[in-house]
């Protein structure tokens, strides 16, 4: 433990994600146990975890190797079927086989994977959690009921709170607690300071909007539904803990993805020019294969 604490605080003086350097770590201590980085790194060995990210930033050794990044690095010495990244972004420790909404929304993120760009399934387990935005069943985390419907709707809540660049953990990611929803208290801000009057699903429209814009600067630059999947790390089996047997199967994800997608009215390649022009970005239209 006091190894990885230092190795937080190394990581945010230096500005290095933590979830990257983390995910990096753990691929070079599975790489070296196959064999596949020598020199590399024995799992476990927290003094060299420590010396890993001090030659990251100074470019020394190993370090400095590593610091090409997880995709670079798999591609190079083999083990990409255990490099856990989507779209090139490393995933965060959020395990979709027990957040199935969250592991939607990784595999379908323009900025791949993330945690950040939705709410938890934690958050919506138990009834009339956001009423005010249609959610009114709870489901369980491990469950696959509603999670399309759900996955796009609190990814619209996040993205208009985003937009207002505040803080999500008193935003959206927080949903309710003990009394303090805060969706509605954020609204209830914006139109205290500006003088509209944004109700609850103007607000997820607002979200929305952000959304397919960004889906749509990263379908310009070639990504399609094909990109979009979860690494095989995470679809296998969990063999111990309250999800032992959870796992991802592909078609099963195939179908969540497209049903998540003809929600949001989105084809092969981004949002349709039906629902920019839905969404008065009309100036937008046209600029994607049919």
């Not at 010396?51 to 610091?67: C, F």
């Not at 969706?183 to 609850?200: F, H, K, Q, S, Y």
């Not at 999947?229 to 991802?248: A, F, M, Q, S, T």
Request: proline fraction near 5%; charged fraction near 25%; include cysteine.
């Amino acid at each position: 433990m006091p190894g990885i604490t230092l190795l937080n605080q190394k990581c945010n003086q230096y500005g290095l994600d933590t979830i990257s350097t983390g995910n990096l770590i753990a691929f070079a201590m599975e790489a070296t146990e196959r064999g596949l980085l020598k020199p590399g790194i024995k799992w476990g060995d927290a003094e060299a975890m420590v010396r890993l990210v001090d030659e990251m930033i100074e470019g020394k050794g190993l370090g400095h190797y590593l610091a090409k990044g997880l995709v670079a690095v798999a591609k190079e010495i083999g083990g990409e079927e255990f490099a856990v990244h989507i779209k090139g972004q490393e995933v965060p420790l959020h395990e979709p086989r027990g957040k199935k909404s969250m592991g939607i929304s990784y595999a379908t993120s323009p900025r791949g994977a993330t945690h950040m760009e939705t709410v938890h399934d934690s958050q919506f387990e138990v009834d009339n959690s956001t009423p005010d935005i249609g959610v009114k069943v709870g489901v369980p985390g491990a469950s696959w009921k509603n999670k399309p419907g759900y996955c796009k709707i609190y990814e619209d809540l996040c993205s208009f709170s985003n937009s207002l660049i505040i803080c999500a953990f008193t935003s959206s990611i927080r949903i309710e607690r003990g009394g303090f929803y805060a969706p509605g208290m954020v609204r209830e801000l914006v139109n205290l300071l500006t003088g509209m009057n944004i109700d609850a699903q103007e607000m997820l429209r607002i979200g929305e909007r952000n959304y397919v814009i960004r889906r749509l600067m990263t379908a310009k630059d070639g990504y399609t539904t094909d990109d979009d999947d979860l690494p095989p790390r995470l679809k296998e089996p969990l063999k111990k803990g309250v999800l032992d047997g959870e796992e991802i199967p592909d078609k099963t994800l195939r179908e969540m993805i497209s049903e998540y997608y003809r929600l949001r009215g989105f084809n092969k390649y981004g949002p349709t020019d039906r629902k920019l022009a839905e969404l008065g970005l009309e100036d937008l239209k046209g600029h994607l294969p049919k």
